[in-house]
């Protein structure tokens, strides 16, 4: 009976020892953490396919649209052109080869919208210049003209007083007493955008060059040419 006690305690003496759970805790979380991330990369790549797919069917729906609605350049013309008043008075002290122009300018521009769909504009400025000598300028606000309209806007450019010396003074004097005729010119550019299912083209620019003439005597306009330039849509 002790023999079989001995022998029986010694056999279990030498079995191995179970796994420490230590060797668990280095196991297990390392294999979480593995897991995770390559969850998470396989999450990123399926929302980037996901973007880059919506991206490519909004960017063939809105060329579907263009080639459907086959957008047409607006027509931005400067219509009339009214002088309220020009006065050329000498300077102080009075100068053979100088002077003082003052000068106001009514503009009306006529914007004709035939696309299907509407145009926003945005704000445009334009300046006078007597050979090559800036006067003053006008300007008209940002507007949205819907489809198939025609709109017109106006603005006054207001000269005050503006000093010309030696040989434009020499000239502008001539114009007016001699010629009855002072040429201007009107530099301007416009700004537009379409807008197609509430999204917005990116903006487009087109460059306005008018060469007028206007009367003193008479105070009026005598003579107009415009060229635009620089429009695609």
Do not use: W
């Amino acid at each position: 009976m002790t023999t079989d006690t001995n022998h029986h305690h010694h056999h279990r003496s030498i079995l191995p020892p179970p796994p420490s759970s230590n060797h668990q805790s280095h196991y297990y979380p390392n294999s979480s953490k593995s897991s995770s991330s390559a969850s998470i990369k396989g999450c990123c790549c399926c929302l980037f396919l996901l973007f880059s797919f919506l991206a490519l069917v909004i960017i063939a729906i809105v060329l579907v649209i263009l080639l459907a609605v086959k957008p047409k350049k607006p027509q931005f013309n400067l219509q009339q052109v009214g002088v309220q008043y020009i006065n050329l008075a000498a300077t102080n002290p009075p100068s053979t080869n100088a002077a003082s122009l003052s000068l106001a300018i009514r503009m009306l521009f006529t914007a004709k919208n035939d696309n299907k769909v509407g145009i926003k504009y945005e704000t445009s400025t334009f300046n006078i210049m007597y050979r090559g000598i800036p006067l003053g300028r006008g300007t008209v606000p940002g507007f949205y003209q819907p489809a198939h309209s025609v709109r017109q806007l106006q603005t006054t450019v207001m000269v005050d007083r503006v000093n010309l010396l030696q040989a434009d003074a020499a000239d502008l004097i001539r114009d007016v007493s001699l010629n009855d005729r002072v040429d201007l010119r009107i530099l301007g550019d416009v700004r537009a955008k379409i807008r197609i299912l509430g999204l917005t083209s990116p903006a487009v620019q087109v460059s306005i060059d008018c060469a007028i003439a206007i009367s003193p005597r008479k105070q009026s306009l005598s003579y107009k040419q415009c060229g635009f330039d620089g429009l695609q849509l």
